[in-house]
Each structure stands twice: as structure tokens, then as C-alpha cells.
Nanobody, 112 residues
Framework: EVQLLESGGGLVEPGGSLRLSCTAS????????MHWVRQAPGKGLERVSTISYDSSFTYYEDSVKGRFTISRDNTKNTVYLQMNSLKTEDTAVYYC?????RGQGTQVTVSS
């Protein structure tokens, strides 16, 4: 059974930082591109960032470019999302995902 377990969310003030982690089990992690997606209150899912299986390619949604950094450690079956200069509009549930499996999510709230 494939499992993706996110952690690292929380409440942070605007301008602050958080680092999300997602640890995978039940898959050959080093063969999968990994994604971070988010869902803000009342909105649909939005892809935030992607990293290829070998870290050679990354993608960022326009609103997070220059603020978020995706990375992975294939020896730990873990993908990370470093989020800096957080804005209130970044408030959402953040999920890590493969092409067909999504974790349970971790809440990120940016508020003063």
C-alpha cells in the first residue's frame, strides 16, 4: 500500500517560513516525480511545485517562484518544500502527491 505522510505545517505570520516534509512508503520512491499541491478554503486543488525523480527538473507555480524551494532525498524517501516569505494567500492544506496518490495533507495558516 502506497502511503504519503506530510508534516511541518502550522501557523506562521506573514513573511515567515515553514518547511514541509513528506515521507513515502510502499513505492520505489526514486522512480517517481513528486508534487506538492494545495487547496485553499473554498478553492480547488492547485499544483504548487514538482520535482523529477532524479531532481534534474523542478517546476513552480508563478505565485511561489522565488519563495518556495522543492527538494528531495531519495535515501530517505522524502520530499521537502521550503516556504519562505509566506503570504496570507498561501494559507491552504498542502498535500504531497505522486501521479495517482495523495497524502492526507498538512495545514498551513499564514496570519498575523
Amino acid at each position: 500500500e502506497v502511503q504519503l505522510l506530510e508534516s511541518g505545517g502550522g501557523l506562521v505570520e506573514p513573511g515567515g517560513s515553514l518547511r514541509l516534509s513528506c515521507t513515502a512508503s510502499g513505492i520505489r520512491f526514486d522512480m517517481y516525480d513528486m508534487h506538492w499541491v494545495r487547496q485553499a478554503p473554498g478553492k480547488g486543488l492547485e499544483r504548487v511545485s514538482t520535482i523529477s525523480y532524479d531532481s534534474s527538473f523542478t517546476y513552480y507555480e508563478d505565485s511561489v517562484k522565488g519563495r518556495f524551494t522543492i527538494s528531495r532525498d531519495n535515501t530517505k524517501n522524502t520530499v521537502y518544500l521550503q516556504m519562505n516569505s509566506l503570504k496570507t494567500e498561501d494559507t491552504a492544506v498542502y498535500y504531497c502527491a505522486t501521479v495517482d496518490v495523495r497524502g492526507q495533507g498538512t495545514q498551513v495558516t499564514v496570519s498575523s
